[in-house]
């Protein structure tokens, strides 16, 4: 499959029914498509709408698990949904916690394949980073899950599961009978798709899940504690901001396409000017304050003055601010990361030009869970630099 190429049917999901025989997963159908379950399985359809609402709380907003438990329904009803319907989420194959805090959960999805989620705690909130593919098919020369090929697509299910399962392991679900804001501030309060896989070549499954992440019945995570991710998937770049409306954020990384062709392989596909053009109406069309621009510092690579005053050119009228990512290495890694004062003085090139430029402080580098590390352990390979850049085209 090509770098850029879109993602074909066959991988955008996997049956929501388990092997013949089986029963569905209510985790991950929408409102509509949950009623829908429960008049086939035999609800009146009278009586849908409200049984909606109730299994909606009992799941996404006290985490109840067992029908059983679910004491406002009448036991034959308990019974049905037993009979018909699970509750289930992927399952945690192991958790590894930083020396700064950072968890890095490995996860087990239908099929046996694995992703990595990652929750970053900080003094204001709590960010999980979750996987919306196993794999990925964008090939990004810098980024360690790059180097892992694509294998599918998650579903609705198993990208809001990664927040369900999250939430256990916080212990964060309120008490049965209380709401959300009864116990305190959140440990997990931001959302960012910036795992595994590129979320816009996986869309209405995305869509799907943020749509229940953000319903105010139950997980209730606000749009704009949402922020998805892309490379620069531009024909997706607008329906993402009329069908999710969340905040955007794009994996940019250099100022010319030469570069950009070589760190960012979809920029072949969509150049920076088109994909500026597609961000320079994403505020107005999602109602979104401005757009995150992530920057990777890559030492004698896009790290320059003439880089940093380009960048502030380029994106001259778009509300932004400049994420600058200290390079995490891993095994193979084909670059290294900028020195501070390099990346200090990038920095300040843009902050002068107006525009809000942290540098962001690496986090779980000792379990490689920061930022473009993430790549699932069966399918890590201590490949040589040489190895990587051939295989990255950067050679």
Not at 33 to 53: D, F, H, S, W, Y
Not at 129 to 149: P, R, Y
Not at 173 to 182: F, H, K, L, S
Request: with cysteine; aromatic share 6%.
């Amino acid at each position: 499959m090509a770098a850029d190429a879109p993602i074909t049917q066959d991988l955008v999901t996997i049956p929501r029914k388990l092997p013949e025989g089986g029963k569905v997963n209510l985790v991950g159908l929408t409102r509509d498509a949950l009623r829908e379950a429960l008049i086939a399985a035999g609800t009146p359809e009278k009586q849908a709408k409200m049984r909606v609402n109730q299994l909606w709380q009992w799941v996404y907003h006290w985490g109840v698990r067992d029908f059983a438990d679910m004491t406002n329904l009448a036991k034959p009803y308990r019974a049905l949904l037993d009979d018909h319907f699970q509750i289930a989420l992927p399952e945690i194959v192991s958790k590894q916690v930083s020396t700064d805090g950072t968890r890095k959960y490995l996860v087990r999805i239908a099929g046996g394949h694995e992703v990595e989620v990652v929750y970053i705690p900080e003094t204001d909130r709590g960010t999980l980073c979750i996987s919306s593919q196993v794999g990925c098919t964008l090939t990004c020369s810098f980024c360690h899950t790059g180097t892992q090929k694509l294998v599918r697509n998650l579903t609705a299910g198993e990208i809001v599961g990664q927040i369900m399962l999250a939430r256990d392991d916080l212990d964060e679900w309120p008490a049965v009978g209380t709401g959300t804001g009864d116990a305190g501030p959140r440990l997990l309060s931001n959302i960012v798709l910036m795992g595994m896989g590129e979320p816009l070549y996986n869309f209405d499954n995305v869509r799907d899940a943020m749509k229940i992440a953000m319903d105010g019945e139950g997980i209730a995570l606000s749009r704009r504690r949402i922020t998805l991710s892309t490379s620069g998937v531009v024909p997706e770049i607008a329906k993402c901001a009329e069908e999710i409306g969340c905040l955007m954020a794009v994996s940019f990384h250099a100022t010319t396409d030469e570069v950009r062709d070589k760190l960012v392989p979809i920029n072949k596909r969509w150049n920076i000017e088109t994909l500026l053009n597609a961000l320079r109406e994403y505020p107005r069309l999602s109602n979104s304050e401005r757009i995150t621009f992530e920057y990777v510092m890559l030492k004698d690579v896009n790290d320059t003055d003439a880089d940093a005053r380009r960048l502030v050119t380029l994106i001259k009228g778009i509300p932004a601010k400049i994420n600058l990512i200290p390079f995490n290495e891993w095994p193979g890694a084909p670059y290294e990361r900028s020195d501070p004062a390099r990346i200090r003085k990038f920095a300040d090139i843009v902050y002068k030009a107006g525009y809000a430029s942290p540098i962001r402080t690496p986090r779980g580098e000792d379990i490689m869970a920061a930022c473009g590390q993430l790549k699932s352990a069966t399918e890590r390979a201590r490949k040589s630099r040489a190895q990587i850049a051939a295989e990255t085209g950067t050679a």
